[in-house]
């Protein structure tokens, strides 16, 4: 199973983060399968920022829910992460990655600055 994430490196404060991670290998609804967002800011540790399931139900850090949604499509095979509202505080490496299954996209770095 293979995860690549795509998207801009460099969003400006209050604009939207639009990040996709794209699966090959393994159906985005195969049974057990839950999909993960997770970031590392510099510096700091790994903070799970949300996962979508198998069956499309989302769950999400509870802070950041009030700022971020996770969508799918299934026709093209991935998974897509919107933060909205972003400060320079949202910097980080964003990874999407299996819950369970140990699978992680390499990280595709965001900067958040005017």
């Known amino acids: 199973v293979q995860l690549q994430e795509s998207g801009p490196g460099l969003v400006k404060p209050s604009q939207t983060i639009s990040l996709t991670c794209t699966v090959s290998?393994?159906?985005?609804?195969?049974?057990?399968?839950?999909w993960n967002w997770i970031r590392q800011p510099p510096g700091k540790g790994l903070e799970w920022i949300g996962t979508?399931?198998?069956?499309?139900?989302?769950h999400f850090s509870p802070s950041l829910k009030s700022r971020a949604s996770i969508s799918r499509d299934t026709s093209k095979n991935h998974f897509t992460l919107q933060l909205d509202r972003v400060t320079p505080e949202d910097t980080a490496v964003y990874y999407c990655?299996?819950?369970?299954?140990?699978?992680w996209g390499q990280g595709t770095q965001v900067t958040v600055s005017s």
């Open positions: 979508i399931t198998d069956s499309g139900s989302t």
């Open positions: 290998g393994a159906s985005i609804t195969t049974t057990s399968y839950w």
């Open positions: 990655a299996t819950a369970g299954q140990g699978y």
